[in-house]
């Protein structure tokens, strides 16, 4: 059974960082895309960073570029997303995913398996 575990959320001032894992077991995920999203109440599922399998590719969305950093450690199946200058928009629950294919996409649809979230809140 694949599964995807986040760890690394909590309470933060805006302007400061945190660091969120995703650790993979069950299978192997290095040569399957990586990706994270997130969530606020009453709204939909919002990307946010993936990376390749190979970590030759990676995108952001729009509201986290030049602060998000999306990298991978394939030889310990957990991807990483190092967030910076936080804004209390950010708060929300971030959710881990792997892609069906190698091929890191923006698309929601193109998801196989998400991990449980967690959570991040911005304070201003």
């Known amino acids: 059974q694949a599964q995807l575990v986040e760890s690394g959320g909590g309470l933060v001032q805006a302007g400061g960082s945190l660091r969120l894992s995703c650790a993979a077991s069950g299978r192997t995920f290095s040569s399957y895309a990586m990706g994270w999203f997130r969530q606020t109440p009453g709204k939909e599922r919002e990307f946010v960073a993936c990376?390749?399998?190979?970590?030759?590719?990676?995108y952001y969305g729009d509201s986290v570029k030049g602060r998000f950093t999306i990298s991978r450690d394939n030889a310990k199946n957990t991807v990483y997303l190092q967030m910076n200058s936080l804004k209390p928009e950010d708060t929300a629950v971030y959710y881990c995913?792997?892609?069906?294919?190698?091929?890191?996409?923006?698309?929601?649809?193109?998801?196989?398996?998400w991990g449980q979230g967690t959570q991040v809140t911005v304070s201003s």
């Open positions: 995913a792997a892609y069906y294919t190698g091929i890191a996409t923006m698309t929601e649809g193109d998801v196989r398996y």
């Open positions: 990376i390749s399998w190979t970590a030759g590719r990676t």
